[in-house]
């Protein structure tokens, strides 16, 4: 009796499941397909408060830092929010904010291209502003002793 009740609840499962998609359909380029979106409208799909659509961002691309020698992280265009209101945290004196964007811009929306930075800005619907490219200031420099005169006097000095 339990074979036959074993069979008949195993029947009904397969009737009632839902057909199988293998996971290479899934992932192929032939299951993505491409929507048409108007200037902003991403935004409002994504449940981001209506305040926080209305934002002006800045889109630059930063200059090299101090410390930095070589042109490897130069040519970024980075996306920045301008800041809301702060406040002093009466208890431990940090800086506050109701801002949810406030630290988002330094670390993650970095772009190739102003180009793309712009898209991203007109795709959430915020107003933009570009700064101008800092361009790097990087020269080839000569050896330190161009002409080997110099370099056997300063030689025969350390002596």
């Not at 009796?1 to 992932?27: E, N, T, Y």
């Not at 299951?31 to 200037?39: D, G, I, R, S, V």
């Not at 712009?118 to 795709?123: D, L, T």
């Amino acid at each position: 009796m339990a074979g036959f009740v074993q069979r008949v609840g195993q029947s009904l499962v397969r009737a009632h499941r839902p057909p199988q998609v293998s996971w290479k359909r899934c992932c192929s380029s032939d299951a993505l397909m491409e929507l048409e979106t108007k200037p902003g409208e991403v935004g409002m799909v994504s449940g981001i408060p209506e305040q926080q659509l209305k934002r002006r961002v800045i889109i630059y691309s930063p200059a090299r830092t101090a410390s930095q020698q070589g042109s490897g992280k130069v040519g970024k265009w980075k996306i920045n929010f301008l800041s809301t209101h702060k406040w002093e945290n009466p208890l431990m004196g940090w800086t506050s904010t109701g801002d949810p964007y406030a630290n988002v811009g330094e670390a993650g929306l970095e772009f190739d291209s102003e180009e793309a930075a712009k898209a991203f800005a007109e795709k959430y619907g915020w107003e933009y502003q570009v700064k101008k490219r800092h361009t790097p200031l990087l020269k080839v420099l000569t050896l330190y002793f161009p002409d080997v005169e110099t370099y056997i006097f300063r030689l025969s000095m350390v002596d």
